[in-house]
Structures are given as C-alpha cells and as structure tokens.
C-alpha cells in the first residue's frame, strides 16, 4: 500500500530535526574547550556533573528520538502491507469458530488504534431460528501483533472489538436458545483456514433484544462486555454492564468455560451479579406492583443448572395497585436454582424482612409463560404485632382511621401463586391478644350492647381472631371469620374489601352471655329492665351486622327486625318457660311490638310512624 503524503511529511520532518539536533551538538563540542577556560574555580569543580547531567539529557532526547523514528518506520512498514487481504481468512476463520457465516466489509489500517477496521461485520444466525443476521455491528476493530504481521505475515488478534453491535438471543418453543449452537464447524479438510485466535474480545454500546417462545420481548441498552484471554479449553474473565427494561443498571463479573462446544449455554460459570434501580412498575407492567430493586448474588451454572444466592432489597415496595407502600425499605434472601431447558426452577431458605418481622419463603417458580409464575408457602410463626403491622396497607388491608393494632401475636400461613404481575396470596391468619387502639367496636355497637345488658368497652380488645384471607388486584376476600372482643362477645362472618378499599361483610355477634346475664340495665324503665340479658338467652345466632363504608370510615348497620324478633322470643321464653311460644303468635306482628317496645326503652322516645332502618352508625 503507497504512503499517503501527510504520513510522507512527518517521517521528513522527523529525520530532519534528528539531524539539526545532532549537527548543533557537534558544533557546540568544538566551542567547548574555550569556554571551559574562562570557568571560575567553582564552576569547574562543578564541571562534571553538569557534563553528566547534560549527557543524560542528550541520551534521552536520543533514546526519544530513536523511538520516535521506530515508530515512524513502524507506521511506514504497516502502510505498506495491504491489511485488505487478511479479509477472508480472518471471515473464514471466523465462520470456522462460530459455526456461522461471516461477512466483514471492506478493511483498512487505523494508526491511531494500530488496528484493521471495517464498517461493518455481520454474523448470521442459525437456519432453523432466524434468516436475519445473529449480531450485526456498525464497526469492528482488529488489533493485531505487528512483528509477526511484518516478518511472517501471521495474524495474531490481540484484541476484537464491535463498536455499537445489534444482538439478537431468540427462544423456540422447547426452550432452546440460538446462541447455544455458537459453536466449531467440523473441519472437513486441512487445507481450511486455521482457527483464528483471539485474545480480548470487547463489545462498546451494544444492544440486546430478547425475544422469548411466547412473542415477548426484552432490550439490553448501553451494553459494554470485557472478555480477556479468551480461550476454548480454559476458563476466562467476563465482565458485563448493561442498561435493562425498567431502567435499572445490571453488571456481571464472571469466569467462563471451559466452553462446551456442543452446548454453548451449558458451559460452565461463575459470576457476582449486581443490580440497580430497577423499576418494578414498568418491568413487570400490569399487575400493580411498585418499587425500586436492588440485588446482589452469587451464581454458578453447570450444563444448564443455575444455583443462585442472593439478597434483593425493596424500596416503595407496592403489591397491589391500590394497596399502600411498604413503610420501610423490604429485604429479600433466597436460595435457588433453575433448569434452563425445562425453564423451570426452586426457591429455598428464603426470608423476606420487614423491620422485625420475617417470613419464611418456599416454593417452585415456571417461567414458561408470558411472565415467570409462582407457587410459593409463605409462613410466620409467632409474629409481634408491632413489627409487622406495616404488611398490612402492603397487602391493601386497611385499619380504621386514625387507627392502629397494639401488642399481640399473629400466625400466618400463605401461599402466594400465579404470575408476578398478578400474585394471588391466600390461607389462614391468626390473632392473639392484641388491641386496636383509635377505634371502639362498642362505641359503633352501643344501642345493640345495651340490648344484651351490655356496657359498650371504651377500647377494641381483641382476645383472638382468625379468618381465611385471599388478597389480589381485585381485593382482599375474608372467610370464616371468627373473633373473641373481649367484654363485647363472638364475631363471625365473612366479607370483602375492593381495591377501592370498600366493605361489603356480613357479620353476626353472639354477645359474652355471662356479661348479658350480670350488665348493668341498657335503658331506664320497666321494658328496658324486661329486656335485659333477653338475647343472650333466646338467641344462638346473636345480632345480624351489615358492615358497610370504606376500611378507614366503616359504616355498620344492625338487622332491626331480627333483633326485635329474638328479643320477642327472649321475653316470651323468659315468662312461659318454653322459647317455642313464640312460633304460636303472629310474627310480624309481634317483631312490630317488639321493635316499638324497643325503640320506647332504649332511646325514651315513641316509635315514629315509619320504621326507621336502625343503624347504630353513631354519626358514620
């Protein structure tokens, strides 16, 4: 290859500074001894060593100089070897490496970088997933040692950089990956090119798309790999960095191989994971979740089984759309491992955290589908109530306004399944001695626990309280609802809350019958002295409740007509001995009596022309 004419004048300009220089030394020799003799005592003594300093000066300029023409004369050899006719033997190696057709455009020699390049470079993928290229880059770089390029015309690689690379990884419907046939074409004949060796392989601002069985896609952005020492036979370093869906920076450092030429995805591996800032909203869209993820693990891959043990940590943790954030930052560990080609996997030894409060985790995990689902057991055992009250508005169980559940145990064993973008989670919870402080069931009850001969409680204590809970985007559902309040009786039931946080229960109070039987009166005069301890007395099935409203602001509403009839049956059982009375006389006419004598003891008034609905919402 001819030398351009810029390349022509620096080599000039180089040889002839190199020859001003050494002429005017020589020059300034001869004039030399002359000076010398005009030199004070003090300056001769110091004499030599200023004439060695000058000599070190002289020797570096020169070694300077003598690098600078090698250089030159370095630049000028490599011009002259046409880098174009390495094209097809570095394609054909190539080709031989991967197992896939090579094409690299047109070459050229970059002094700056002391490397070929070319504009372009494809390699294809394989026949039976794609036609479209595997990787197509806007820019390779081949940087190669020069001496045996020189003397021998030998290509040693000693770097392979794809500038701006576009990676397409594509899954088929058994789970298989393109990738995975990246492997050595068979060698047919000796007379085939010998196989390129590369040394450091790098990969500036890629991108990768995924694209997975079900038609879904995934980009890795700003992708940046390292590979050093690359080998087939021996393990190597790796080291990833790339931007993933949902913002987040994720980063690997690994040791790969050696590489298994049969299965590229099964080769074995070693690698620190770490990432950042992944937005749970926009990653997994859909289903509500909410929050920033943070990770850091540890994973090993032999012939496609991952074991993998980390840490992720959870900031504005949301599981539902309209449920409340995580109060506090939500820690996650685990162990597990998965099946690449069944694409499907375990979760072990997990623990996830909140301030205090820890829950076993367990469970299996499928990623076949559109999103990764899950069949997880999720127990706790003797939780304090202070400590995992913040679950609560995370799972969209909402306490009364100005609220909050005091002291006290809770026993929880959940299983949480579905897909991760639409978790459901369900199984029983238990509650033992706790208070809810801020809100009085009694106070909401007063017209009905004077009825029983009750005294409303100023405060909720709760003795114990179970029920089988479902919570999902839809809502949380409550069965099988049963509670002791102490000094108020037994609550049973069952109910829902929307995802607008709205009530729809359906509760009944069998109220404590030894308080009924000793309580003070629940009114003045004779109907109310009759009626006191009556429904604790007739009634098995206690007092009807409708609780309505939303969780902050609930609304409760008793059946009127059914109480009045219990406490007919009451009074009637009271005087004749026999609760079957009652069933001889006329029913709606005696609830009619029934609720007038009730409305007159309790609230001192006469009963108004139509029957109110009574509702002991006392002003909600």
Known sequence: MAMDSDSAVNARWVFTRAFLFLAQDKRSGYAAPMRSARLEPRQRRLRPALATENAMKKLIIAIVLLVVIAIGGLAVALMSVDVDQFRPRIEASLSSALGRPVS??????????????????????????????????????????????????????????????????????????????????????????????????????????????????????????????????????????GTVRGGARVAIDAQVGPLLTTDMASSPLSAHLSLDGFDLASGLPGGGLAGKLGYRGELTATAGKLDLDGTATLDGLRL???????????????????????????????????????LAMAGQLDNRGKQMRVDLSIDGKALAVDEVQGLLPMLGIALPENSQLQGGQLNLNL????????????????????????????????GVMALAGINPPADTEIKSASTRVRIDPAGVKLDEILA?????????????????????????????????????????GSVALALQGALGKSSRDGIGLKVAGTADNPKFKVETRAVAGAVLSGLLAGKTGDPAAAATLDKDALQEKAADAVLKGLFGKKKKEEEPTQSNDDGN
């Open 104 to 241: 690299i455009g047109k070459m050229a020699l970059s002094l700056r970088e002391l490397a070929f390049t070319a504009d372009a470079i494809a390699i294809g993928d394989d026949p039976a997933f794609a036609q479209q290229p595997f990787v197509k880059a806007e820019r390779l770089a081949v940087q190669v040692a020069p001496w045996p390029l020189l003397s021998k015309r030998e290509l040693q690689v000693t770097q392979f950089t794809l500038d701006k690379p576009a990676i397409r990884l594509l899954q088929n419907r058994k789970g298989a990956w393109n990738f995975a046939s990246l492997t050595p074409a068979e060698t047919e004949s000796s007379n085939q090119a010998p196989a390129l060796r590369i040394d450091s392989l790098r990969i500036d601002d890629g991108q990768v798309t995924i694209v997975y069985a079900d038609g879904e896609e995934d980009t890795l952005s700003d992708l940046d790999i390292t590979i050093d020492n690359l080998s087939m036979d021996a393990a190597f370093p790796l080291k990833l960095s």
């Open 320 to 358: 539902f759309p309209d449920a409340a954030v995580a109060p506090a930052p939500v820690r996650f560990t685990h162990r597990s491992n998965y099946d690449l080609a069944s694409q499907r996997g375990q979760l072990g030894n997990g623990e996830f955290s909140l301030g205090g409060a820890v």
């Open 415 to 446: 299983r949480a399944s579905g897909a991760l973008d639409a978790l459901a989670i369900s199984g029983p919870v238990k509650l033992e001695g706790s208070r809810l402080a801020g809100f009085s069931l009694g106070d909401k009850l007063a």
């Open 484 to 524: 002791i309040i102490t000094d108020i009786g037994q609550v049973t039931g069952a109910g829902t809350i929307d995802a607008e946080q709205r009530l729809d229960f359906n509760l009944r109070i069998v109220p404590d019958a030894a308080l009924a039987a000793s309580g003070d009166a629940a009114g003045s």
